[in-house]
């Protein structure tokens, strides 16, 4: 045991009567998965500056009342946050549907007032419905976004890759498994459930017993604000796993990280797999907390390389995505 404590990059779960999980080591700041815990000696000056997502501000809409006449200029503050990033903005987008049409997504230019954007939705005819959404990125790929609420078809026949889409980080594709290679991911929310979309570059797969090589799916959700005695940690994960008998896990649940990965029954969480698609939601008042604050969420693939105890190493992962449930509706005069 205390040669697997010294491993680099390796999620120990031990599996008793109650499961619990433990981070060795974060110094790999690419990649942060299910949660890092409290008694975990690492350098949080180390790890943060790459990986906290900026912040939207202030939306400003002129005019407040738009006729069909007039062009509608959005202007949005974007900031890094000062006390934990480096990184600078980089790229910041409107996004916007006509009557509940498919988004059109815009680039925002640089305003003249300090870290402002801004973008013109051109005049509409008189009651036209605008609703619009901000997206922004820093320069170290991390990402935060306004969240609308959208229909959602939960069917394998109808759902479709959802508005809003969240790119992976690189990574050394010698080391990549196609059926854990995270080509990009989605989310989405109906004003009941939270979605979640991994676009992989080859079929959803179990992995082999054998080795065993598992495969394991997972979002970590985070309070995006939330630092407890200096230790930044998962609040909760999201698990898929087609072989979830061998590691006492459910095929598909979310895990409380304060409750030893205690699963939450009342998110009744499902999933869909199509080919290299995998959907997955869960109810959201499962995690009422978060209804001001938003999200933090990081997608992440792993493989099960030991069975006792069960050791899950890290494969591939997006970025950091911060997400805030808001959105902006115009109605055209």
Known sequence: MKNLLRLVLFLLILLSSNCFASLIDIFNEDFCLYYIPEETIYSLRHFIPSNEPP???????????????????????????????????SDVFINYSINGESYINIEMEEAV????????????????????????????????????????????????????????????????????????????????????????ASEVAAGSVAAPYLNVY????????????????????????????FVRFPEVGLLDTDKKLAEIIEASPNFIVNKNNLWVRFKKDAIKEFEKSGLKIIFGTAVGISLEPIVLKPIDATKFVKLKFVSHDIIIE
Not at 59 to 86: F, R
């Open 55 to 89: 912040h939207i501000k202030e939306v400003e809409i002129k005019p407040i009342k738009p006729t069909h006449k007039q062009d509608i200029i959005v202007k949005v503050k974007v900031i890094p946050d000062g006390n934990l990033s480096e990184n600078k903005i």
């Open 113 to 200: 007032e300090k870290d402002s954007w801004k973008a013109k939705i051109p005049a509409q005819p008189t009651g036209t419905k605008i609703n619009f959404f901000i997206t922004a990125y820093d320069d170290g790929g991390n990402m935060v976004t306004e969240v609308p609420i959208t229909d959602v078809k939960w069917n394998i026949d109808e759902i479709k890759e959802f508005g809003i889409q969240i790119p992976e980080q690189r990574e050394d594709p010698r080391r990549i498994l196609q059926s854990l290679d995270i080509v990009d991911a989605g989310f989405a929310y109906d004003n009941k459930y939270l979605y979640f979309h991994f676009n992989l």
């Open 218 to 245: 997972s979002v970590g959700i985070y309070h995006p604000e939330l630092f407890k005695k200096g230790s930044v940690k998962t609040n909760y994960v999201l698990i898929y796993s087609p072989a979830a008998e």
